[in-house]
């Protein structure tokens, strides 16, 4: 019994250390949406680059002209294929080359980035995005 016991003391520590790997992987698994202005909202018009529709977020690259005529790509994040999914969205609504106009809460720290509102997702001819099924 004495044997038992030592084993179990043993392996406290180590069940304790992956118990709490695990946990810590599970909150940096997922992050939040403070860094994004969600007071100040950005409508933006451009050319989609990219359509990723991935597991835990998807995202569009979308190039923008400045006020300069410069090209410059944004970086949008949004839901998960799931969320998307249920308001419409596949991973063929966007293709490269499709023209948007999208309402975002952009980056607080100035860089080209943000998160998408899919109910102010339009392509550029006025459109909603999906669109009718």
Avoid: Y
């Avoid at 520590?13 to 946990?23: E, K, N, Q, R």
């Avoid at 100035?110 to 459109?127: I, L, Q």
């Amino acid at each position: 019994m004495k044997g038992v016991m030592q084993m179990n003391s043993s392996l406290v520590p180590l069940i304790s250390g992956v118990a709490f790997i695990a946990m810590t992987a599970l909150v940096f698994a997922h992050h939040s949406f403070a860094t994004f202005d969600q007071d100040h909202p950005l409508e933006l018009s451009g050319v989609v680059k990219e359509f990723s529709f991935t597991n835990p977020h998807s995202f569009i690259r979308l190039e923008v002209k400045d006020k300069s005529g410069n090209s410059e790509t944004w970086t949008l994040e949004g839901s998960s294929p799931r969320a998307l999914a249920h308001d419409g969205w596949t991973s063929t609504t966007l293709k490269t080359g499709d023209k948007l106009q999208v309402t975002i809460n952009p980056a607080r720290n100035g860089a080209p980035r943000g998160t998408w509102d899919v109910t102010k997702t339009m392509f550029k001819d006025g459109k909603p995005v999906p669109g009718p099924p």
